[in-house]
């Protein structure tokens, strides 16, 4: 009765996430433009070897862990700030809690929608503000220099909220008898802080940037609705290279492989986080 009362979750994982996994495996040691009238041709290691002599993927590699280190950073830092702050008790806490959750209520592509106007080198309103203190006007997504840098910081601006909520919630379980013993033992914020609320919300933090690790290295809409990976490649990831390389050069193989070595860059990341997590009990 077991085999039988699991066997629907069984087959649902295995025709969702198994077979999917297996037969992209397949298609990248294969060639094949997606024709329905040629079958795919098996070349092996090839499409591996093509990439990596490829400049462009060895480009779009460094380019998204760039991305993804960069921005899990910045908001690791400022999720756990403003997490601080709300937690003290202050009149409206309770309106800031909602209106800081904002940004992750709209889907991706509305967003980078609404900062590609807003970023508009002629027309938009922040290159109007800059210009308005005197400073000269930006090119935000047309430079190659500050396109993956703008680019963070939307994601920045999107994703802080969920480290703010998943940090608040690491802060409502520490306990308080703690931090009232450091208190009369004359310990300072700086070291309750440092001593006390660090080793102690870091298992909640390393799962923050587990999480978050993850999805920043899966993005895709924002940087496709505002950039399409341009200027000059500068802003393509992984993602971006292997959508063109599949459904524009219809190169399914090598999308395929593209896939593969991104499913590996993504199981290190979680294994090396992983890691770090187990390993805070011993730090404390």
């Given at each position: ?173 520490l306990p308080a008898e703690t931090y009232e013993a450091a208190a ?68 399914f193989g090598r999308a395929a492989a593209i896939v593969v070595v ?23």
């Amino acid at each position: 009765m077991r085999w039988l009362f699991a066997s629907p979750a069984t087959l649902f994982v295995i025709l969702a996430m198994v077979f999917p996994i297996l037969y992209t495996v397949r298609l990248s040691f294969q060639s094949w433009s997606g024709s329905l009238t040629r079958a795919p041709r098996w070349v092996g290691l090839d499409n591996y070897r093509t990439l990596l002599a490829d400049g462009r993927f060895l480009d779009a590699t460094a380019r998204t862990v760039i991305f993804t280190v960069g921005a899990v950073a910045v908001e690791l830092v400022l999720g756990l700030a403003v997490a601080l702050l709300l937690e003290r008790p202050f009149r409206g806490r309770g309106l800031a809690r909602t209106v800081i959750l904002l940004p992750l209520l709209a889907t991706p592509v509305a967003i980078g929608l609404a900062w590609l106007l807003m970023l508009n080198p002629t027309v938009g309103p922040v290159n109007s503000l800059i210009t308005g203190l005197g400073l000269p006007a930006q090119p935000w997504l047309s430079s190659t220099h500050s396109v993956l840098p703008t680019l963070m910081l939307i994601d920045v601006w999107q994703w802080t909220p969920m480290m703010t909520l998943l940090c608040l919630a690491g802060l409502a379980t520490l306990p308080a008898e703690t931090y009232e013993a450091a208190a009369v033992d004359g310990a300072g914020a700086w070291q309750r802080f440092r001593r006390i609320t660090v080793p102690l919300l870091g298992p909640t933090m390393t799962a923050a940037v587990l999480l978050r690790s993850i999805d920043a290295l899966k993005t895709f809409d924002i940087i496709y609705a505002m950039t399409g990976g341009g200027p000059v490649y500068q802003s393509e990831t992984l993602n971006i290279y292997g959508y063109i390389t599949g459904f524009e050069q219809f190169q399914f193989g090598r999308a395929a492989a593209i896939v593969v070595v991104f499913f590996l860059i993504v199981l290190v990341f979680a294994i090396v986080l992983a890691k770090l997590n187990s390993r805070w009990g011993v730090v404390r």
